[in-house]
């Protein structure tokens, strides 16, 4: 039998349930039948449209949150690229024939991102089953219908309101958090500076949402011997002020151990056992570079980090990628950590970063680095600050990453 190739657009307008595509923008690119049916709007009058104009809150109800609950679920999947399915929720809609009266309707949603080859999101599949009537149906006999309908309804329409407070307490005891972390983060992360005679830029950017925020960190020490610097950079494993906590400890320790250490390899060795016996520094990883300016030598080591990159004056990227270990506290009993060698010609631009500036869902971590070499060979003209800049416009998703993000760049 010969293989018949299937008409995914036909599918698409006959699925029974009610699915809507929807742009990053929250616009709708299209529609099926049934939802054009049960909505009671015509194609016109829902593609190319925005869900909000087409479907707002009722005004007449100051206690309507359906809507927002909608819109706040819709940025978390562009945010995350995660499916999030909501709890049954009320919203009102206009009956499209006597404008100014509104229908009570139930609805259960589910948003699904649709990922691009760049693992961003660019449509959101939006499938909606509506359970009014079976809510109505569940108040029994046709003699006493009417009046359980209104109770169940109601006890409905409390236990989401319900949900809903503790929902926004939530959110408001994360808020706090997350703006307590970020600020313990920012008094312990040093300040931007020019390091010797070479001008460096640092950059931060907390996660979107109050998780996975506060366990990056950067470094800038001047070391003894000469025109010598290190730089390094760091990720912990967890969010909110335990993460800032454990980020401090490790950061402070990594700069003491970095001026007394031969190199950075012996500097990662102190730094393991340090974060051997630190709750909540399991899986930390680090990367730190020592370079010798009067030499033109970058010596490095990595635990478990994703490499440097050394951008050369002629364009050539290098990843830093020879002495990679495990992370800082994988071993029970630390052995010495490997490290490497490179040179470079005045004018080199140095780059460390964490993983949220390469890594997206659902992607090779090979496509993220790509990105980075590209983006900084484009720009290497650029002075640091503005590289530092180009650098998270180009990589970081427009809605923000899901793990927060640290960057510097030195112009050697």
Known sequence: MAETAIDYGAVFKALPGMVALLTPELVYADVNEEFVR???????????????????????????????????????????????AMALQRYDVEDPER??????????????????????????????????ELIRARGGSPGNRGSRARTLEAELYTRARE???LNE???QAHSREREVALALQAAMLPAPRQV????????????????NVCGDWYDLVDLVGGDRIGVAVGDVVGHGLEAAGVMG???SALSAASRVADGPAQALDVLGRYAHVIDGAE??????????????????????????????ADGRTEFLDQATDTPLDARPDPIPRPQAETTYAPGATLVLYTDGLIERRHEDIDKGLGRLADALRHHRGQDPEALADTVLSELLPPGGATDDTALIIVRL
């Not at 593609?47 to 809507?67: C, E, I, Q, S």
């Not at 940025?75 to 999030?84: C, F, N, Q």
């Not at 949603?109 to 359970?131: F, Q, T, W, Y």
């Not at 730190?288 to 050369?312: E, K, M, N, Q, W």
Request: proline share 8%; charged share 25%.
């Open 283 to 312: 899986s930390a990883t680090a990367a730190t570079t020592f370079i010798d300016c009067d030499r033109h030598l970058i010596t490095y080591s990595s635990a478990g980090h994703p490499p440097p990159v050394l951008v050369h």
């Open 38 to 84: 049960v909505s009671g709007r015509s194609r016109e009058q829902l593609v190319g449209k925005y869900l909000f104009d087409v479907f707002p809150d009722n005004p007449n109800d100051p206690a309507a949150t359906g809507m927002r609950n909608l819109e706040a679920s819709l940025y978390r999947v562009l945010a995350t690229g995660e499916r999030d």
């Open 163 to 165: 949900l809903q407070e």
């Open 99 to 132: 404008p100014g009266e509104w229908q009570k309707r139930y609805w259960s949603p589910v948003n699904a991102p649709l990922l691009g080859s760049d693992g961003k999101v660019v449509l959101i599949l939006h499938r909606v089953e509506e359970v009014t």
């Open 249 to 251: 400890q490790l950061r």
């Open 196 to 211: 010797r005679n070479h001008p460096a830029a640092v950059r931060y950017r907390p996660a979107v949402g109050a998780l």
């Open 169 to 171: 307490r939530l959110r």
